[in-house]
Antibody, heavy 124, light 111 residues
């Protein structure tokens, strides 16, 4: 079955750039969107953004100035970069697969496969 | 900055039926389908319901979803101890060039 393996630095200094990657195995990279979600300690889930298979992206309005999501289709991988991080960016970061389309005039968009999560702490 | 509102907590005894509400607006639930996720502490969220009422393979039929207007609900019938978890609703929001939004989350406790 499809699995998402994610990795990246677990400790980032304030004002520096957070970088995470996610590899897709056991399934097709094409035909889906690919997303990042985060969860600060003790808080709820926050959508960061997504990319479709062509590299077209959408981002959370509150994060778009600092976030870049990119794909490497040759490696079935996608990545997240977040610049100018602060302590407020401390969270567990998840990558996820997103089926997206239209059914009976309604858009469907959901995360059906998730990575295991990477804990990122922002601290000097 | 969630725009989907859920009750902070819900509880029931084994075998009972409970419901969790999710309140949104015309730009999200009113225009798009609703999904529900279950998250056990320390684990990644798991898709429970997609497109308002579709259960992915492997999800017990004790879980059901519905939507009406700008609100949605998740019902759990025959509550079991393993259902103790955090539950999040979510939907695409068409405002501000489009973004995905999660609900505030509901902690379900099995008494």
């Amino acid at each position: 079955q499809v699995q998402l393996q994610q990795w990246g630095a677990g400790l980032v200094k304030p004002s520096e750039t957070l970088s995470l990657s996610c590899a897709v195995s056991g399934g097709s990279f094409r035909g889906y969107h690919w997303s990042w979600i985060r969860q600060p300690p003790g808080e709820g889930l926050e959508w960061i953004g997504e990319s479709n298979e062509s590299g077209n992206t959408k981002y959370s309005p509150s994060l778009k100035s600092r976030v870049t999501i990119s794909l490497d289709t040759s490696k079935n991988q996608f990545s997240l970069k977040m610049t100018s991080v602060t302590a407020a960016d401390t969270a567990v970061y998840y990558c996820a697969r997103v089926p997206r389309g239209y059914n009976n005039l309604y858009q469907y968009y959901y995360m059906d496969v998730w990575g295991t999560g990477t804990t990122v702490a922002v601290s000097s | 900055q969630s725009v989907l509102t859920q009750p902070p907590s819900a509880s029931g005894t084994p075998g009972q039926r409970i419901t969790i509400s999710c309140s949104g607006s015309n730009s999200n639930i009113g225009s798009n389908t609703v999904n529900w996720y279950q998250q056990v502490p320390g684990k990644a969220p798991k898709l429970l319901i997609s497109s308002n009422k579709q259960r992915p393979s492997g999800v017990p039929d004790r879980f059901s979803g519905s939507k009406s207007g700008t609100s949605a609900s998740l019902a759990i019938t025959g509550l079991q101890s393993e259902d103790e978890a955090e539950y999040y609703c979510a939907a695409w929001d068409d405002s501000l060039n489009g973004f995905y939004v999660f609900g505030t989350g509901t902690k379900v406790t099995v008494l």
